[in-house]
């Protein structure tokens, strides 16, 4: 690592932005660190990210919790955490291992692009013992690169290696419930306009009127994807964008209810209890007190 690929942008209440700024490797679009660097830089807060941190473990055990799930740190396992995920890395101190950050857009394959784009990736696993020496290879081999000096190597370089980790890693990464390793057209249109739309709009018809599908289609396609139906998808994603506002922005009810486009504070509590089976106040006293 050339240098702090990441930096403190600015705080709302006690969440951190964090923004990808690579030092010494101008336009770099792939850094990493070990596990050494991160415990110097890590205060133990939680923190939000503009880009892809992927992590794998040698040794050691600790934990790490995105979006409100503790996933544990342990020999040969990955952690993905993806750009907007609120995230804390916890109980590292004997975790050893190294961490690839990288742009959305640095992954130079059609399929390991769609693979780190998807918002319903598993967050952590184990890496099976017969995948183990061809993923450690590959970490390796970007891990030399992006050590070399900026006027000995290409740019794209790490890029290609990075991809090449990913494609290693694809079984893990690989989205829940997926039959193939290529994402349903339909759906991917879907997942990138409920991404889009999502605050404005709360209706599975909406999204199969503007993408030109009839709603069995897109059912079948989400279903085939996620094993959720469309509704579902977007009640998903919505609960998600609400616990964040609420555990880390520390908003009110009624503050969610403007921000997701619910007509009023209480029309949101309602959909937030029939999601969660708890008040949003309820739940965000719960998680604040933890």
């Given amino acids: 690592m050339t240098g702090r690929p990441i930096v403190e942008t600015g705080q709302v209440t006690e969440i951190r ?26 205060d133990g807060g939680t923190q939000r ?99 070399a000096p900026p006027g000995d190597s290409s740019t794209e370089l790490p890029e290609i290696l990075l991809s090449a980790l990913i494609a290693r890693l694809g079984l893990g990464l690989r989205p829940r419930h997926a039959e193939t390793p290529s994402i349903n057209p339909v759906f991917h249109l879907f997942r990138s306009s409920v991404e889009a739309h999502f605050r404005e709009h709360h209706d599975a018809g909406y999204y199969a009127r503007t993408l030109g599908y009839a709603p069995r289609t897109l059912s079948r396609a989400v279903q085939q994807a996620t094993g959720r139906s469309a509704k579902a998808y977007i009640v998903d994603r919505i609960v998600l964008e609400a616990k964040r506002l609420l555990a880390h922005d520390r908003l009110t009810a009624a503050a969610c209810a403007t921000t997701l486009g619910f007509p009023d504070a209480s029309n949101f509590s309602v959909f937030f209890r029939k999601a969660t089976g708890m008040r949003p106040g309820a739940w965000q006293t719960m998680v604040v007190a933890e």
Avoid: K
């Fill in 49 to 147: 990210a503009d880009f892809h941190v992927l992590a794998v473990v040698d040794a050691g055990h600790g934990s790490v919790t995105v979006d409100f799930l503790r996933h544990p740190l342990q020999e040969r396992s990955a952690v993905w955490v993806a750009p907007g995920a609120v995230h804390r890395w916890e109980d590292i101190a004997g975790v050893a291992g190294h961490l690839v950050l990288f742009v959305p857009t640095a992954p130079v394959t059609r399929a390991t692009r769609e693979l780190v784009a998807s918002p319903d990736l598993i967050t952590h696993w184990s890496i099976p013992d017969a995948d183990w020496p061809f993923v450690d290879t590959a970490r390796h081999h970007l891990l030399l690169e992006a050590s």
């Fill in 17 to 42: 932005q964090m923004t990808y700024q690579p030092v010494g490797r101008r336009a770099a679009t792939v850094e990493t660190m070990t596990f050494d660097r991160l415990r110097e830089l890590n």
